[in-house]
C-alpha cells in the first residue's frame, strides 16, 4: 500500500523509540503516509487517510486500528477526507489576525473564488483556517500542505506564492 521507501522512512522513526513503543511512531508514519497519498494522488479522493491506510499503518506498526485512527482524527494536519492538490492553511488567532492573517484568509478566499473551508472547483486548491503556527512574529503566515511554513504574506506575497504553485 506504501513504497518501500515510506517504509523505510517509517521504520527509521520507529528506530527511534524503544522496541516495544512503536506507537509512538505513528504520528510520524501517518504524516509519512499522507505525504506519499499527496504526492502520487492524482485525484482529490486520493489525496487523504482512507481507513485502509490508517489501518495499514497500525498494522504495520503492530498497533490496534483504533490508535492510529485516534491520532489521524484528533490532528487537523491529517486529512481525513479529500483535500486540494494545495492545502493552504492560514492562522487567524489573534497575533496573526492583528498582523493581517484575516485580510490574508480574505485575500485568498476572492483571489482563489472559494470559502474558508472549500476546494476549488478544479482540486487545485484547499484553503483552511489554522491554530496558532508558533510563527507570530512573522504574521501573517500560511502553511502549505502541512509542511511550507509562508511567512509575512501580504497580497504581492500571497500573489507569488501562487503563482510558484502553478
Known amino acids: 500500500m506504501l513504497s518501500a521507501q515510506s517504509l523505510a522512512s517509517i521504520d527509521r522513526e520507529v528506530a527511534k523509540y524503544p522496541a516495544d513503543q512503536k506507537r509512538s511512531a505513528v504520528m510520524a508514519a501517518l504524516r509519512i503516509a499522507l505525504t506519499e497519498l499527496r504526492e502520487q494522488g492524482q485525484t482529490p479522493d486520493a489525496r487523504c487517510l482512507t481507513p485502509g491506510v490508517i489501518e495499514f499503518v497500525a498494522n504495520y506498526l503492530g498497533i490496534a486500528p483504533v490508535a492510529a485512527y485516534e491520532v489521524a482524527t484528533f490532528y487537523n494536519m491529517y486529512d481525513m477526507k479529500p483535500v486540494g492538490k494545495y492545502k493552504i492553511t492560514v492562522c487567524t488567532n489573534l497575533p496573526c489576525a492583528l498582523s493581517g492573517g484575516v485580510s490574508a484568509a480574505k485575500y485568498l478566499s476572492e483571489k482563489l473564488g472559494i470559502a474558508i473551508g472549500e476546494t476549488s472547483a478544479d ?23 502541512n509542511h511550507k511554513m509562508c511567512s509575512h504574506m501580504s497580497p504581492a506575497a500571497i500573489d507569488q506564492k501562487l503563482a510558484e504553485l502553478e
Request: aromatic share 4%; net charge negative; proline share 4%.
Open 123 to 145: 482540486g487545485k486548491y484547499t484553503l483552511l483556517e489554522g491554530e496558532c503556527m508558533g510563527a507570530c512574529g512573522d504574521a501573517p503566515v500560511l502553511l502549505v500542505n
